[in-house]
């Protein structure tokens, strides 16, 4: 199947309007189309003048001795598998987990196996409200450069007792899911889920990319999922804060590339180029325990063959795209073939698709209304 580009599709687009009115007789509503199509036309030229998003694209992005990797949900599934292939590169690590034991137990294994980098360890479970102002404290007490959430400036030399460490990558992996019908689900587990993946998140990215803009270096990198692109019943809550995670990289990131280009104007033209960049991690399904742990292991989503990945093919794609700094990472046939499909489907089809994937052998219960809340 050949896949357009968004350009080429909207260029084929404009080829098939530009024929179709060409053919019509004259009448009013000819005119109408035709001016229709010449502003359509219009918006396609201003948009190819305007500045591209990444004005160059990063130089890879190396370790220094200053500088660490932070990973949330480090303790299972994508979050693990990323842990052990940046201590692989040679990334400091600060792991960021709720569960003691095995996030400890991670940091001792890596630093047995890779002795030659440093692993800290913060834990604080992400779903309470002010999980990203707590990790901000720890970090600042740990000797990380942190900035100050409230103050809209950020001075990097401007301190009284300067930092050693840098976050030179902030992987906000955490996430979990509560595969039912939204009202038969829990309101304390919905907000756990908004608090660990939205705002967490925006926390952190608020707490460390001062410092990532003052150096023009880093990473802030926002693991979505095929999910954000398309309405997801059974998952309404999971699929909307995947949504938001693609709606806040895809902003943040225009806002970086205009900084940058503005910071290179003023710079040398010897001087290194800019490596910041905005990532977003769209999987899809993946094979990492996440269907277990959301009780969700009959979802036919998770079940389909030469479609769902290993956690480590996923993981590996990843990794590799951050370091490169590539916009998007969108692992999988499916998450591609979803971006460029889920637009053009009627939404009831999309609808029905999505809640068919994800109820598996619940499809039954649900369609009969006998989606209840769970006594226990």
């Not at 190819?48 to 890879?60: D, K, M």
């Not at 450069?145 to 992996?173: C, H, M, W």
Request: hydrophobic share 45%; glycine share 6%; aromatic share 8%.
């Amino acid at each position: 199947m050949i896949m357009l580009s968004s350009t080429q599709s909207r260029l084929l687009t404009l080829a098939g309007l530009i024929a179709m009115v060409a053919m019509m007789p004259d009448s009013l509503f000819a005119t109408v189309a035709r001016w229709g199509v010449a502003a359509y036309a219009f918006a396609l030229a201003i948009s190819a003048i305007l500045p591209p998003w990444n004005f160059s694209p990063p130089p890879p992005l190396t370790p220094t001795p200053t500088s660490y990797a932070l990973i949330t949900g480090c303790t299972r599934g994508l979050g693990e598998l990323a842990s052990r292939s940046l201590a692989a590169r040679g990334w400091n690590l600060l792991l960021i987990a709720r569960d003691r034991k095995r996030v400890f137990d991670l940091s001792a294994e890596l630093k047995r196996k890779h002795p030659n980098i440093r692993v800290d360890v913060i834990v604080q479970d992400l779903s309470v409200p002010d999980a990203a102002s707590k990790i901000g404290q720890a970090m600042d007490q740990l000797g990380f450069v942190v900035a100050d959430g409230e103050s809209q400036t950020f001075d990097l030399d401007q301190s009284d007792r300067r930092p050693t460490k840098y976050i030179d990558i902030l992987l906000n992996n955490a996430g979990h899911a509560s595969v039912d019908m939204f009202h038969s689900t829990r309101l304390s587990t919905l907000e756990s889920q908004v608090h660990c993946m939205c705002t967490v998140p925006v926390g952190l990215t608020r707490l460390l990319l001062p410092s990532m803009i003052a150096r023009a270096r880093g990473r802030i990198v926002n693991v979505a999922s095929l999910v954000g692109y398309i309405p997801s019943p059974r998952a309404a809550v999971y699929g909307a804060t995947k949504s938001f995670l693609v709606s806040l990289t895809d902003s943040i990131a225009y806002e970086i590339s205009i900084a940058m280009a503005a910071r290179a104007r003023t710079l040398e033209k010897d001087a290194p180029a800019p490596n910041l960049q905005v990532v977003l991690v769209a999987p899809g399904p993946t094979h990492t325990g996440f269907a277990a742990s959301a009780e969700c292991d009959e979802s036919l989503i998770f079940r389909m063959p030469l479609i769902t990945q290993t956690g480590e093919q996923v993981a590996n794609e990843m990794v590799e795209g951050i370091i490169e700094g590539r916009r998007f990472i969108q692992t999988g046939f499916l998450v591609r073939l979803t971006r460029w499909l889920a637009p053009k489907l009627p939404s009831k089809l999309s609808h029905f698709t999505s809640f068919v994937l994800w109820g598996g052998g619940h499809i039954k219960r649900d369609f009969f209304g006998q989606g209840t809340l769970k006594q226990e």
